[in-house]
């Protein structure tokens, strides 16, 4: 299918694919600034405190039990006609919490959100292979992990502040799908059509001699799953542990947490040069190393500062983390086994991000938002330890392999 990627996509085509891209990605954390006003609304409610967290986190439920399918789909059926039922499904369930009256009602409304994220997701994910090839697509990935950063930056600025009117507010920035899906429906419509041409000639088969790298995936996913359960202790535990230091704003929420963004941004457009110079493995331990200092810092806060400092120094962990995963993983995978490699490692990143707060709950009970953050941290920091002590006993190449 390179045939089509010979002449360079236009601006409004690399402004679609970014735009579903920033808008899929973010799409969890961006109400975590409501969850306090939420939890009080629903008081009455029993378990109150995990049902929040779930509203931060179900999409990822329907990503993990859905993504499948809706890589089929893009294969199978018409990509526009896709485009336009998912983002159906995600402004409708996006935007929920505007007007379900019932707790039940907007988690309901979450699980369509994530059919709607799973779908546009995918198709941002397979236009970005389609339509860049080589260098071109390596530079386009560099730009989408800015664009994505850069939109959680503003999902969280905007999220608090439309939740300091109102705690439902955040919800409406879901709605931003509506004007991204029209674009790219306008513009991708040409190359849609051209893929579907291309798809009814006879295609090659698969080698059968290719073997799914099955031990590299028992390593991967793991620690796949913990940093997704890692990282989403911060938009579904941190605003109840600023509430409990004092900071009730909304707004200031929503800031704390776009610090740890901010930060990520210009780490995982860095990753190339620091891959060149540290193993795989070298990342892995010191990412999660950051990631668990970065919760020390925020377990010892006395106020909105130390907690400011905590999302500086995960957010360095975060950002060099991501990009690492996949490229780790799929130096092992056979270039006919891609597709499904990426849907197995997304299946075990949403995985860890639905997880998420039930596995911090009884941590909440036993120790405290303070402690919570402190044990994770202490974890965090003595599995990137362990992966260095693997890394010196099993040294892996420094440089990318060709």
């Given at each position: ?19 579903l891209a920033s808008m899929t990605i973010m799409a969890n954390a961006t109400v ?66 505007l007007w379900a009256e019932s707790l039940w009602g907007m988690l309901a409304g ?293």
């Amino acid at each position: 299918m390179d045939a089509h990627a010979q002449t360079p996509p236009t601006r409004a085509v690399t402004l679609a694919v970014l735009g579903l891209a920033s808008m899929t990605i973010m799409a969890n954390a961006t109400v975590a600034s409501s969850l306090p006003g939420l939890r009080e609304h629903y008081a009455d409610v029993p378990h109150i405190d995990t049902l929040a967290g779930l509203i931060v986190t179900l999409p990822s439920l329907a990503i993990v039990l859905s993504a499948g399918l809706m890589g089929v789909l893009i294969d199978r059926w018409d990509r526009q006609k896709l485009l336009l039922v998912t983002a159906l499904l995600y402004a409708i369930g996006g935007t929920s919490g505007l007007w379900a009256e019932s707790l039940w009602g907007m988690l309901a409304g979450r699980l369509a959100l994530g059919l709607g994220v799973a779908g546009t997701m995918n198709l941002g994910m397979t236009w970005a292979s389609d339509l860049w090839q080589g260098p071109a697509r390596a530079r386009f990935l560099g730009w989408q992990g800015a664009a994505i950063s850069v939109a959680g930056i503003v999902f969280m600025l905007l999220g608090g502040a439309l939740a300091s009117y109102h705690w439902r507010g955040a919800f409406a920035v879901y709605a931003l799908i509506v004007p991204i899906a029209a674009l790219a429906f306008l513009v991708l419509g040409p190359h849609a059509r051209r893929i579907a041409a291309e798809k009814a000639r006879p295609n090659a088969a698969a080698s059968s001699a290719d073997r799914f790298p099955w031990a590299a995936y028992a390593f991967i996913a793991p620690l796949a799953f913990l940093f997704q359960v890692a990282f989403y202790v911060t938009p579904t535990r941190l605003p109840f542990h600023l509430e409990a230091l004092g900071v009730t704003s909304p707004l200031v929420v929503g800031a704390l947490m776009a610090a740890l963004v901010t930060v990520s941004a210009p780490m995982s457009l860095m990753y190339g040069r620091i891959r060149a110079r540290l193993s795989a493995m070298t990342i892995f331990g010191l990412s999660f190393v950051l990631i668990g200092l970065g919760f020390l810092a925020h377990a010892m806060a006395t106020d909105w500062h130390g907690v400011l400092l905590g999302s500086l120094i995960a957010g360095l962990g975060m950002g060099i983390s991501m990009p690492n995963y996949t490229t780790w993983f799929m130096e092992r995978v056979p270039a006919s086994m891609r597709g499904r490699a990426s849907g197995l490692l997304t299946t075990a990143f949403f995985l860890g991000q639905f997880a998420s707060p039930l596995v911090s709950a009884p941590l909440v009970a036993w120790f405290g938002l303070a402690g919570t953050f402190a044990a994770v941290g202490l974890g965090l920091i003595t599995l990137g330890a362990g992966l260095w002590i693997v890394h010196t006993l099993r040294p892996e190449p420094t440089a990318l392999e060709a």
